[in-house]
C-alpha cells in the first residue's frame, strides 16, 4: 500500500495511538488502513469412499491437484464460499456435512476452512479455472502433485479419519520455513489423533 484510499496521500507504517502493532497510517489524514487475513474455504466432495479432486487451470500451482476451494467474498458466509468454489471449479453439487479442518497460515495471511460434503450426484466436469476433476480413492491420489500444503494436510486428515470411521474438527498451523519446507503443528482438536 502506497496511498491512501481517503485522501490519496501518501502512506507510513507506525504504531498508532492505543494500538500495539504497526499498521498503514496516512501522512495527511491519519487515516488508518487494517489489513486481516484472507478466508480461503472449500469443500472436500466424497462419494463411495472418493474424494472429487481439481487440477488446477491457473496461477499459483498451475496444473497441481487440489480440493474445490478459493477465497471468501465480502456479504456471503464460509459455507456459502465453499458451496460456490465447488460449484465453480468443478460443477458440482453438494451436500455439506461438517466443518472439518480450520488452518492458519500467518506466513500467508490465510485462515483455510474446509467442509466435508457428499457429492449430490456425478454431474460434474472442469469449471474455468480447473483442467480436469476426478474422483480419487486415497491409493490414486496424486500425493507429489497436490498443490498446497493445505490440502495434503486435510487428505491426510480425512483418509485417518475415513479408516477409523470417526470424523473430527482438525485444527492447527502451517509453518512455513526459511528453507522453503512447510510443517503442520496440530491444534488443540486435533492434537490427540495424530
Not at 464460499?81 to 465453480?88: P, V, Y
Not at 497436490?146 to 491426510?156: P, R
Amino acid at each position: 500500500m502506497k496511498f491512501c484510499n481517503q485522501c490519496g496521500a501518501g502512506i507510513i507504517r507506525k504504531i498508532p495511538a492505543g494500538d500495539n502493532r504497526l499498521r498503514y497510517v496516512c501522512i495527511s489524514c491519519e487515516e488508518i488502513h487494517y489489513q486481516n487475513p484472507n478466508i480461503v474455504t472449500g469443500c472436500i466432495p466424497e462419494y463411495e469412499g472418493k474424494v472429487l479432486m481439481c487440477k488446477r487451470a491457473i496461477k499459483p500451482r498451475y496444473g497441481y491437484w487440489t480440493l474445490p476451494a478459493g477465497f471468501m467474498e465480502l456479504e456471503e458466509t464460509s459455507l456459502e464460499a465453499a458451496l460456490r468454489e465447488t460449484l465453480e471449479e468443478a460443477n458440482a453439487r453438494v451436500d455439506v456435512l461438517d466443518l472439518y479442518a480450520v488452518f492458519n497460515l500467518q506466513y500467508a495471511g490465510q485462515v483455510y476452512m474446509m467442509y466435508r460434503s457428499q457429492l449430490l450426484d456425478l454431474d460434474f466436469s472442469a469449471g474455468e479455472e480447473s483442467l480436469e476433476v476426478r474422483l480419487f480413492t486415497e491409493s490414486e491420489i496424486p500425493w507429489d502433485e497436490i498443490a498446497f500444503t493445505t490440502i495434503k494436510q486435510t487428505l491426510k486428515f480425512y483418509f485417518k479419519d475415513r479408516r477409523n470411521k470417526k470424523f473430527n474438527l482438525h485444527t492447527g498451523d502451517i509453518i512455513k520455513h526459511d528453507d522453503g519446507r512447510y510443517d503442520f503443528r496440530a491444534g488443540p482438536e486435533s492434537r490427540d489423533e495424530d
